[in-house]
């Protein structure tokens, strides 16, 4: 890719709207394997992008496209675990 | 001893061959399943499996097979519920054939279930669905190359619009005739420990087989959820279809309501009434105002959960239901709840049993036993006819809208502070994480919405009919004896007698009392038991309640009607779509101790206020 990835990381849950980022690592919160299974399910595993596209009132939930067919609702808190690259453009 | 072995253990003598579909949600799961089974689907006996799992026996060249539609889940090894149910079900029911249906456009990250049944080795077919999408989103997949590296045959269709079905058809055929073994897994997860999928396993076919767009495609869904999920726009797009899907079921599926319930009478005076004529008249009384009452009380549902369905169905299909739980999500948080269940409790503003039945969307068990659970504290159509008339009798003209209104919001107001506070305890904290996709929005189809409202109504009619039967015959026997026995000398009356220290202080006189008890089977019949009670007809009753009962009363009666036990249909649906008589006693017996605080607030609120 000829974009830029960020050194370091942030948490997907820090995004601005329209920002892009590069998935690094889901950490494991209250929810445990649950969640990491899950948000893997969906697509969120190292090297697959994701984009925020809109955040709803008080930033929660988030609207985020995850590779390129793919558009998932997050909450701000599970947001918070997934930590990503910024694509510096 | 851990070892490589597979986890596989052959059975032999399914005495019926039997095919399982397996999948994410969302992946078209049933839609594939009804277009393969059309009306024949029905939910299957499976000990020891907590949730409904339709099932169908289809016929591949004269031999019969089963077909079963397990939960949609997101990783074979997964934790949630529906992954157990999985789980379980392949290691209880031996299976012939598994069917992976995957969505064709997010291929990339739905590979890894493929892998995982691969890895088990049981026989299985890829179905690549909605091949329509993955074409609109530019996907391409090299089917011949990914059958060649996955040793597993794939398929390409889209189950909605019927592309690619033949050749899935005869392939199905052929793989069941000559699939001579069935098979069960065990020990899954230990064996996956052993043997992990690996990311570059899974990359290495990606990237021989598929190549995913590599620009964002601008979609159709793109430019509507940029209006739909607004932050200013999207609430108040969201209230107006409610609103609007509420007055749709309320033009269109109450009035239906009552044109079966006048089949129904007609039936009942012109053909059951002449039969049992010469039958002693306490059978007469029984066959009429028992059993026929019953079956007449779960006819007048059919029509009305035919039409919602519909409804929901459309709703569901479209993409626009997870849409609302992402818009209401920030409010229901709060609640232990999500958009979803608010969705249902509007719709529950309508009629409770429907809005019960679609909890099913909300796949956490805690989350949609707490929905479950408020459901019937919201004002549906027939406790409105009941405050209507009371209303109507008792308060001037000018203040009964407001009197009426303010039913509407204690009823919100009720439900959602006992949603906030059992959100807190352990049986109906969610465990899940809020994570949900958000689908492209699609165009339902007639079919789909048609096999959804048939579908709906035929298991109601299986769960709830004898339960409502036998409580209409119950319901019969208190008020019917002793013999001649009219008003509060009936066991049902001296019940409300002897209800009357509890009752008398919340303002409810035994009449009332008694009223109530009727009510047990359908508010409706609360308005015409007055008259029965009473002994008198519609304007002399009016009349009568206006001397004898206060505004005081009648405000404490229509706040203990709104949230005590429900109709018997409620509860009938309740224990059907729980499971459980633990839920369903808990939420009967609820409701009752919550209905008569609430209402000894309002009262004593409403006599200090002057309301004499
Ligand atoms: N465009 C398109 N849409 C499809 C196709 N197959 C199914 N759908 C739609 O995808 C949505 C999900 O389909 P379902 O059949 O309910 O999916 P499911 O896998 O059973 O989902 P769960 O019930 O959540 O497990 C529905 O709106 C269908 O109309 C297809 O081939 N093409």
């Known amino acids: ?55 709803f009132w008080w930033g929660s939930p988030l609207q985020v496209q995850v590779g390129k067919t793919t558009v998932i609702a997050i909450r701000q808190a599970e947001a918070n675990l997934i930590m990503v690259r910024l694509l510096c453009i | 001893m851990q070892t490589c072995h597979s986890p596989l253990t052959i059975v032999t003598g399914n005495a019926r061959k039997r095919i399982a579909l397996i999948g994410q949600p969302n992946t078209g799961k049933s839609t594939f399943f009804n277009r393969l089974t059309g009306i024949n689907a029905h939910v299957g006996n499976w000990p020891g499996i907590t949730v409904d799992l339709l099932q169908a026996e289809i016929v591949f060249n004269g031999e019969t097979v089963e077909i079963v539609d397990l939960p949609g889940i997101y990783d074979l090894k997964g934790f949630s519920e529906d992954e157990s149910v999985v789980k ?7 299976i012939d054939l598994v069917l992976v249906v995957i969505n064709a456009s997010q291929v990339d990250r739905q590979l890894n279930l493929v892998l995982e049944l691969k890895a088990l080795g049981l026989p299985s077919m890829v179905i690549l669905n909605m091949a329509d999408e993955a074409k609109r989103y530019g996907v391409e997949i090299n089917k011949q190359k990914l059958e060649q590296e996955l040793g597993i045959p794939v398929f390409l269709i889209s189950a909605k619009y019927g592309k690619g079905w033949e050749g899935v058809l005869t392939a199905m055929g052929k793989a069941i005739k000559e699939q001579e073994n069935s098979f069960t897994v065990n020990n899954l997860n230990d064996y996956f420990v052993n043997n992990p999928i690996t990311d570059s396993q899974r990359q290495q076919i990606l990237t021989d087989t598929v190549i995913m767009p590599s620009e964002d495609v601008k979609t159709f869904t793109d430019s509507l959820d940029n209006v739909l999920l607004h932050p200013w726009l999207g609430i108040p797009i969201f209230f107006a279809s409610m609103l609007g899907i509420f007055f749709l079921i309320w033009y269109l599926g109450l009035p239906s309501q009552d044109v079966m319930d006048i089949v129904t009478t007609w039936v009942g005076e012109q053909i059951i009434e002449p039969v049992i004529y010469p039958l002693p008249e306490m059978v007469q009384s029984f066959v009429l105002n028992g059993l026929w009452l ?308 309002f009262y004593h609120g409403a006599l200090l206020l002057g309301f004499q």
């Open chain 2, 88 to 94: 379980d079900f392949l290691s209880n029911f031996a």
């Open chain 1, 1 to 55: 890719m000829s974009l830029n990835e960020s050194d370091t990381l942030i948490s997907l849950g820090s995004l601005n709207k329209n920002q892009t980022a590069v998935i690094d690592c889901v950490d494991t919160g209250i929810y445990g394997e649950v969640l990491k299974n899950r948000l893997k399910a969906m697509g969120f595993v190292k090297g697959n992008t994701v984009r925020v596209l809109r955040r």
């Open chain 2, 294 to 601: 019953g079956v007449a009380t779960v006819a007048s549902f059919v029509p009305l959960i035919v039409i919602f369905f519909f409804v929901m169905a459309a709703v569901e299909d479209s993409g626009y239901l997870s849409r609302s739980a992402y818009l209401m999500d920030a409010f229901m948080a709060k609640m232990g709840l999500d958009g979803r269940a608010f969705v249902m409790q509007m719709m529950g503003f309508g009629c409770n049993v429907p809005a019960l039945m679609g909890t099913r969307i909300i796949r956490s068990r805690p989350m949609r036993l707490l929905s479950m659970l408020i459901i019937p504290f919201a004002l549906c159509s027939a406790r409105l006819a009941v405050f209507v008339f009371i209303i109507g009798a008792i308060f001037p003209a000018n203040l009964g809208p407001i009197v009426l209104f303010s039913l509407y919001i204690l009823s919100f107001v009720a439900s959602f502070a006992v949603a906030f506070v059992f959100s807190k305890t352990q049986q109906f904290q969610s465990t899940e994480p809020f994570v949900i996709e958000l689908p492209p929005y699609r165009l339902p189809t007639f079919k789909q919405v048609l096999l959804r409202g048939w579908g709906e109504v035929k298991e109601f009619l299986r769960r709830a009919t004898n339960f409502i039967i036998v409580g209409c015959v119950a319901v019969w026997f208190l008020t019917y004896f002793p013999e001649n026995a009219t008003g509060l000398d009936t066991w049902g009356g001296q019940i409300g007698v002897f209800l009357s220290p509890i009752m008398q202080p919340i303002g409810i006189n035994p009449y009332l009392t008694l009223s109530l008890i009727f009510g047990f089977i359908a508010k409706e019949i609360v308005v015409g038991s007055f008259a029965t009670i009473y002994g008198m007809g519609a304007s002399a009753l009016s009349a009568q309640f206006a001397l004898t009962i206060n505004p005081s009363s009648a405000i404490a009666f229509c706040v203990f009607c709104l949230l005590y036990t429900p109709c018997l249909t409620t509860v009938a649906t309740v224990k059907a779509e729980s499971k459980s008589w633990g839920f369903t006693l808990l939420s009967l017996i609820f409701s009752l101790v919550y209905a008569w605080i609430v209402t000894y607030i």
